[in-house]
């Protein structure tokens, strides 16, 4: 038996255990501090740094950056007049910041530029080309509010199928347009397939039968908007193609889809002065 007690091994000290619990971390403080939000422009969807959907960034009036008051030099947020809303810029928030400002309040209009840090921007996939005669711009609405709301206002609409066809989505829409005043009705409802004649006077034209609606994918419907001040046979630019329209990169037949484009405003549709040159196979 060893009775040196510098060899005998001593029990561990006693640990006190705090019994205060430990502050609850916040669901987002795992993120990096770099962690970059990603924008998706053609389903105006912003998704957080994990994948995930954080809203769906759709302006219903289809304004643009510059249609915005800016409130002040320092402030980060612009005044929406058609809303009377303040929209919140995200240029300079985190992942978390921006969670939280819409964990708050789900309808908040956000925004963001392309010098936001912490957001990517999805480029357009295609040919793009420039406004270089300074044409009358067309927008381009791809929800139903969008288009509601430049109707309202005055604004000619002018409908296209997307080409997308989803076969579920979060919501549904039948849609149909007054012949005579041009304002939009839609139902989400099978009940409800078309406007009650003792409510909804007038002569009405089918839009588009019934189309699920996701957010993760574009509209199945989109419309042109046309200001009422352009004028029958204006030359104008459409910043957001909705056709598949092609230009040709070589003589094989590869072909890249067009983003933007010119065309002419005939007082009734948008009218194309050159030809989509449709792939097609060819020796070289």
Known sequence: MDNNLNNRRLPPPIQRVSSAPKPLKKWYQGLQPDSKMIFDP??????????????????????????????????????????????????????????????????????????????????????????????????????????????????????????????????????????DTGRLWWSGDYRCPMPDPEIDAGSWSLVKDFFFIRPDRPSPLAAYLIPPEIGTGSRVYIEDLIEDRTVVMWNQGDAKRMVQETAVWDGVDIVFTTASESPALAQG
């Open 42 to 179: 053609m389903t105006n969807a912003l998704y957080g740094s994990n994948g995930n959907l954080i809203k769906t960034m759709n302006c219903p009036i289809a304004l643009r950056l510059s249609d915005l008051e800016q409130l002040s030099n320092d402030s980060p947020d612009r005044y929406c007049h058609v809303c009377k809303e303040t929209v919140a810029g995200v240029n300079n928030l985190s992942d978390g910041e921006v969670r939280e400002k819409v964990k708050a309040n789900p309808d908040v209009c956000l925004f963001a530029t392309s010098d936001a840090k912490n957001v990517i921007f999805l480029k357009p996939i295609g040919f793009e080309t420039k406004n270089r005669d300074f044409l009358p711009v067309v927008k381009t609405a791809r929800s139903l509010e969008a288009m509601d709301d430049a109707q309202k206002r005055g604004w000619r609409l002018v409908f296209r199928d997307t080409g997308v066809e989803n076969h579920f989505g979060s919501t549904k829409a039948i849609v149909y347009q007054n012949d």
